[in-house]
């Protein structure tokens, strides 16, 4: 039911068109192959249009670095060729635009930006050397040399680099006072600040200073475009505030993380002592609570020792603290990233007395890492990874790079210089490194006492004194009836995360790390809570019992840690239930004494709850650290991964459960003779979906508030939903985008008239009327509505259409955030096929002009506003649209 237009734009490169081959999502390759060979001649034109353009640079600036003449006729002669190559440019990128896919027409906009600034820039150029002619030209006579005129430009070198801009709020203020300094005694014309103030503009902020002032050389009008745009000291304090209040919590003690948190710090509060906003009282102590809220544990510590009982922290004494507590982080890594290289000198020494007490002080030295986990303690020292199993150390050993028999770093086994060799084997390789060969079928009580030997064994030659041999769990390679007997429950892994819908906020969602699945798969309620656009596809699910399940849609999911800054992009399909409950039962972890200083990654892991995403095995490994701490329960573990700690291992159920739930989860793709099938079988009619809340009631209100004029046409209202208070006006925006659209008008003719003739016609209609904004009431709701233009070569009436973006916003909502969604009303394909199968003939037709046969309520319209005029030098007309709009 929404009468609004969604403005889609694409994004490329100009060398190069990138289309995923491989994607179940993807169009045929017949006509995806077509359509890039199209693309991609419209490029290599448009890029050598640019390139003509460039070359006129290049002769300009090898003119001026040799002070050579440059004749006003072979000036204009540029100018002329500057404005044709400009027109070929533009016709050129709106076929582009017209061809390429929706989302990869941001790319081309940037494309189009960096050739008008190219232009500009020449355009600047040229005509400061045309006045330069001028100039030069009404000298008296002696002032003129041999009869022919010398041009020179004598431009003062700026004292510094120019800043830049990027268009964020915060950084305004440092940009203002910086250029203006530079400028304020510069001896240059206004037409070369005005070109260095364009060229200091980047990111958001490029392109926000109109054509129209560049070409008229008004320096301080564009000055004053910035400064009313930018100039809102109460949103800069808000996102000082906002950074303030979401300091990034560190996730190890590490003097670059500590660093990055004290510059962040810093950085919001004298920004906001800039702005005459100082720390006092309360202020100050939230400031210092955040602050330390964020620290790691150990600092934390040590800062809360320096505060005496009873006595309020100080901000410039915390932040004194945290920069010498970064000093000493600082050289303690040093000292440690150090000791690799001196083992390796060692070693390479001639047995002298000298060189052992060389390799004795290393050997002693209390700043010992281990490069397997990071511990305090020597590699071969490390319990975790005793604990591993045998292709877990091998893996772990090759991606520390360190030696495979004395587990040192800073040579290969073959350099090795320790003379031990494993007492198995008596291969050079560390014992925990030893890979048994494949024998018979041994009992289960054979295998745990050799097992429980090899570990005693490797203990011992580590440290024969350690109390952890004591701790070494005994693992088994066969399975026998104790498994049937066992009431132990295994512990799946879940997490909470952050997933952004379709307006970009975030909603929390309960995912399962599942290591049995070869894809993600994302629950159908929280798919329709996020409103993101789906794909087809045709993906067959197996689970358990080779139970199979078809999966239709799927989407393109944005997810966030809520532990560190991890992020990530993954493409889902969309079930209706992923997975069952997790954990099937309740879990009494009160006596397991979780550490509290530990984020976990599901704080509700021991609570039965529904699953709304499961990540595919291939993703899980990559989520894992190194870290491990073993819980009391002596069968339960927390490991440390991207996405905060997770539980692992098993437990005991405080009550057993009649039945036991097993999950598992196995995602494979069609094979050939499945293909076959189908093709063969009748197409299978896909239920009809249930509507939500919002559709139904959608639909209660267009019952409770149509009615039709004396004609019998339709009016209705628009499903605003309680945010429509919050809609801000976007008249400004609009404003600029349709003199854009203007502009690019006059540059092409054809296109003009034709946009002309359908507003025309739709003002001819009464399908728009003229209103005078003089008569709104103060703080009335309104919005405006940015057109433009879309082609429809196919069509045999009208080629050009004008449809209306109500997507576009300024500040927090647009038109379509604020209205409800309603069902669909057309027939699905299905009934419409089967409809032309029951008669010899078919017949189809076009209503015209179908959709604005249906009025707005008039005391909607006014959310239904654009600006037109046929010609730019009347003046500026308000339209607002009394018919549903065009959709796209």
Known sequence: MRPAVLDHSTTEDDEEIKLDQDSVFSTPKCAKGGKMAELKLLISKRATVKGKLTRIQSAIVAAQENATAISTAQLRVYSKNVEKYYSEFNEVHDIVMQTVHDNQRDAQEVKLIEFEELYNEVQVVIETLLDANRERSILPAGGQHNGQQQVVIHQQSLRAPLPTFDGRYENWPRFKSMFLDLMRNSPDSDAIKLFHLDKSLVGSAAGIIDAKTIQDNNYQQAWQILEQRYENKRLIIDVHIQGIMQLKKMAKKSSKELRSLIDECSRHVENLKFHDQLLQGVSE??????????????????????IEHGVLP??????????????????????VSALPSLKQ???????????????????????????LCGGGHPNFKCSAFIKMNNEQRVAKVKDAKVCFNCLRKGHMVRACPSQRTCVKCNQKHHIMLHLDQVEGCVSSNEKSKDKASDHREVAGKADPESPENEKVSVTTSCVGDGFLRSSNQVLLQTAMVDVVDVHGRSHACR??????????????????????????????????NSMKTQLKRGLNLNFMSRYSDFQDSITCLISDKPTSIVPSVAIDASSWNIPPELQLADPLFYKPSEIDLVLA????????????????????????????????????????????????????????????????????????????????????????????????????????????????????????????LERKLLRNPELRNQY?????EYERLGHCKEITEEDDTRGMLRYYLPHHAVFKLTSSSTKVRVVFDASAKESKYSLNDVMKTGPSVQNDIFTVNLRFRQHVFGFSGDVTKMFRQILIDHSQTRFLRIFWREDSAKPLRVLELVTRPYSA
């Not at 939230?286 to 020792?305: F, G, K, N």
């Not at 100080?314 to 000292?335: G, H």
């Not at 002309?756 to 025309?760: H, L, P, R």
């Open 285 to 306: 102590l939230m400031v210092i609570h955040i602050l330390s809220a964020a620290l790691d544990q150990e600092t934390r510590e040590l800062w809360e020792a320096t």
């Open 345 to 371: 000198a060692s070693s390479k020494v001639a047995p002298s007395s000298k060189a052992s007490k060389i390799s004795a002080v290393v050997a002693t030295s209390s700043e010992i890492v281990c490069e």
């Open 756 to 760: 002309i003739e359908f507003m025309g």
């Open 617 to 740: 095995s291939s993703y899980v490994w990559d989520l894992l650290r190194t870290k491990r701490v073993l819980l009391d329960n002596r069968t339960a573990s927390l490991r440390e991964t991207d996405l905060g700690w997770i539980i692992t291992g098993t437990y005991e159920p405080y009550h057993q459960a009649s039945q036991t739930v097993l999950i598992a989860n196995v995602a494979v793709q069609d094979t050939l003779l499945d293909r076959l099938d189908r093709f063969c079988s009748i197409e299978e009619v896909e239920e009809p979906q249930s509507s939500n809340t919002e559709e139904q009631e959608v639909e209660q209100y267009f019952v409770e508030t149509y009615r039709r004029d004396e004609f019998g046409r339709f009016i209705v209202k628009m499903p605003f939903r309680e945010t429509v208070s919050e809609l801000e006006s976007n008249r400004n925006l609009a404003l600029k985008r349709f003199l854009a």
């Open 314 to 335: 100080n901000y410039v004494d915390t932040m004194d603290f945290l920069r010498k507590r970064c000093l000493i982080l600082k050289r303690c890594e040093s000292a």
């Open 511 to 544: 995912a399962l790390l599942d290591s049995g699945s070869q894809a993600h798969i994302l629950s159908k309620a929280m798919a329709q809570v996020l409103g993101l656009p789906t794909l087809k596809c045709n993906i067959t699910v197996v689970g358990a």
